[in-house]
């Protein structure tokens, strides 16, 4: 029989330990909310590989990896504790006190911060794990400079994939923009690639299939609209087809926005009383480091005026 998990008691629990839920934990911690951060992989979110980062103020060129090393030094100083690799099964948010189940425990706790980011989406094709960072790549700025002189196509249609195109053609001896359908990116974007003589764009045209022995060479491509299929001979490709943002988690207990994001407004609260959402994670329109980590402090200041007001038995939300 499996052995009764243990349940603790906390005040402040935040899920995801990116820019957001660290910057909410180090708030928390600094003010003696005692903050545990669940962190189902690796600390430091989507910026944890990044390397120059240029418009984080005061910071001008800081990696990923050192920005986020200081903001976590400075949520532990401030006694947050962090755990990484430690998956969530459920969380029940609805009452109170909410409970979030790990393998081993059951953290009962008043306050939830969901600051749990998103991914992008992976190419769906089955050989993609095969060539996953040998030739298939989701990171511009992380992995582009493997690409000096080499051939490059990129994949997706938005500002993302096309901002990442310009960027690449730094590296790149030869360039192709792969879209199934039109560009759906800004003008000025759009422009700076169609003057670029190493840029092909191949629109109405869909990825089939990856080929190559340890890595990939060749992409299976089919034209749309002439019915073509061919294959282009590639070093490596880059895709930014979109994003999920990472709320499979909750779906059962918070209605979600169509784009799957949760609602919430500049507050950070979301509809269930006690439960905010900070970062990426939350429906809203700008997402980068410093909005992560602004929502992060008002999640975090408005968690502990919540605590605070249920103290003395004001339950207000
Ligand atoms: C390649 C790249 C470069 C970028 N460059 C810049 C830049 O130069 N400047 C800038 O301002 N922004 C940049 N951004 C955007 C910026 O990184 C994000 O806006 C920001 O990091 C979002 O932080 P977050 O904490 O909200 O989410 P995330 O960074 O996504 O962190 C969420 C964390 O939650 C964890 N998590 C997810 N689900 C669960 C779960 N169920 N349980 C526990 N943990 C969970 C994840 O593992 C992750 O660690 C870049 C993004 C990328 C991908």
Redesign the pocket.
């Known amino acids: 029989m499996a052995a009764e998990k243990k349940h603790i008691q906390k005040e402040v629990v935040i899920?995801?330990?990116?820019?957001?839920?660290?910057?909410a934990a180090l708030y928390a911690g600094r003010m003696n909310l005692r903050p545990l951060v669940?962190?189902?992989?690796?600390?430091?979110?989507?910026?944890?590989?990044?390397t120059?980062?240029?418009?984080?103020p005061g910071l001008p060129g800081v990696s990923?990896r050192d920005l986020i090393a200081a903001v976590q030094e400075q949520a532990e100083g401030f006694g947050a504790v962090i755990d990484e690799f430690?998956?969530?099964q459920r969380v029940s948010l609805k009452e109170t006190p909410k409970c979030v189940e790990t393998e081993s425990f059951v953290y009962e706790t008043d306050v939830v911060i969901i600051?749990?980011?998103?991914?992008?989406r992976r190419l769906p094709l089955t050989e993609e794990k095969k060539y996953a960072g040998k030739g298939v790549h989701?990171?511009?700025?992380?992995d582009g400079h493997m690409y000096q002189d080499k051939v490059i196509a990129v994949m997706g249609g938005g500002n993302a994939a096309v901002d990442a195109a310009n960027f690449l053609t730094k590296y790149a001896r030869k360039l192709y923009l792969v879209h199934r359908s039109q560009l759906r990116a800004d003008e000025i974007s759009r422009e700076k690639l169609r003057e670029n003589k190493k840029v092909t764009v191949l629109l109405e045209t869909e990825i089939k299939a990856l080929h190559g022995d340890s890595r990939l060479e060749r992409i299976g491509i089919l034209d749309k609209t002439s019915g073509e299929s061919r294959e282009l001979a590639v070093d490596g490709i880059f895709v930014n087809i979109g994003?999920s943002p990472?709320?499979?988690?909750?779906k059962d207990e918070i209605a979600l926005a169509a784009d799957g994001r949760i609602p919430a407004g500049e507050d950070c609260r979301t509809a269930i009383p006690g439960v905010f959402a900070?970062?990426?994670?939350?429906q809203k329109e700008v997402?980068?480091?410093?909005?992560?980590?602004a929502?992060?402090t008002t999640a975090a200041i408005l968690a502990e005026k919540y605590l605070a007001n249920r103290k003395r038995g004001n339950v207000l939300w």
């Open positions: 899920i995801g330990a990116g820019m957001a839920g660290l910057t669940l962190e189902s992989g690796l600390i430091g979110g989507q910026i944890a590989n990044a120059g980062i240029e418009n984080y990923g430690d998956p969530i600051a749990s980011g998103m991914e992008r989701y990171c511009e700025l992380c994003v990472n709320t499979t988690l909750f900070a970062g990426d994670v939350r997402r980068q480091l410093t909005t992560a980590a929502d992060g």
